[in-house]
């Protein structure tokens, strides 16, 4: 079974400060795909970015890029230039591609943006 | 386009009582999904469905029975709450079965069980 883990549940940085969330995984599957969901207060969860395991190019979002280490088994959220509204919980999360698409998250960071 | 819709957005229930949770989705999606979340956790899966008619087991699926009779709904019930169920949930659904898509969530049910 696949496993993720977020080793941060906390971080705090300034506003426009850039700041780097952590995920770890553990799978014997050579195609997968891994995301970062962003969970503000509303509780809502929001896609952020998206990685295909079979693509060696990191996938960015304007301000959100991810460092994808397949041999490793990580895969880092780098947020640039970072905004009060970004402040919201972030969950790493794999999903095996064939079959029912399902999604294992990790335990979640609150990130914190201070004025 | 409403998207995924939830209902109710809060309940409280005693033990022993039963609900159903109820996940609309207007996105002519395929698949549907019931997750929970817990404090200090991220988001498991109790059931999901691959499409009308069909159901599954996820990590999580003791105490909840599901059901899809319609491709548009899925239904979470609960026939006899305990406080172990206390927890918010979510509804997520996505469209193919042959690529990747995006899930897309609910706003979400807290469930508070006394």
């Known amino acids: 079974a696949q496993t993720v883990t977020q080793s941060q549940p906390e971080m705090s940085v300034q506003e426009a400060e850039t700041v780097t969330l952590s995920c770890t995984y553990d799978t014997s599957e050579s195609n997968y795909y891994l995301f970062w969901y962003k969970q503000p207060p509303s509780r809502q969860m929001i896609l952020v970015i998206r990685?295909?395991?079979?693509?060696?190019q990191n996938a960015t979002e304007n301000r959100f890029s991810v460092n994808f280490q397949k041999a490793a088994k990580s895969f880092s959220l780098k947020i640039s230039d970072s905004q009060l509204g970004d402040t919201a919980m972030y969950f790493c999360?794999?999903?095996?591609?064939?079959?029912?698409?399902?999604?294992?998250f990790g335990q979640g960071t609150r990130l914190t943006i201070n004025p | 386009n409403a998207g995924v819709t939830q209902t109710p957005k809060f309940r409280v229930l005693k033990t022993g009582q039963s609900m159903t949770l109820l996940c609309a989705q207007d996105m002519n999606h395929e698949y549907m999904y019931w997750y929970r979340q817990d404090p200090g956790m991220g988001l498991r899966l109790i059931h999901y469905?691959?499409?009308?008619?069909?159901?599954a087991k996820g990590e999580v699926p003791d105490g909840y029975n599901v059901s899809r009779l319609k491709k548009q709904n899925f239904l979470l019930g609960l026939e006899s709450a305990a406080p172990s169920q206390t927890s918010v949930y979510f509804c997520?659904?996505?469209?193919?079965?042959?690529?990747?898509?995006?899930?897309?969530f609910g706003p979400g049910t807290r469930l508070l069980v006394l």
């Open positions: 999360a794999f999903m095996k591609p064939l079959g029912a698409q399902k999604l294992v």
């Open positions: 997520a659904s996505s469209y193919s079965k042959s690529r990747l898509e995006t899930q897309y």
């Open positions: 990685q295909e395991a079979y693509k060696q």
């Open positions: 469905s691959v499409g009308e008619g069909t159901t």
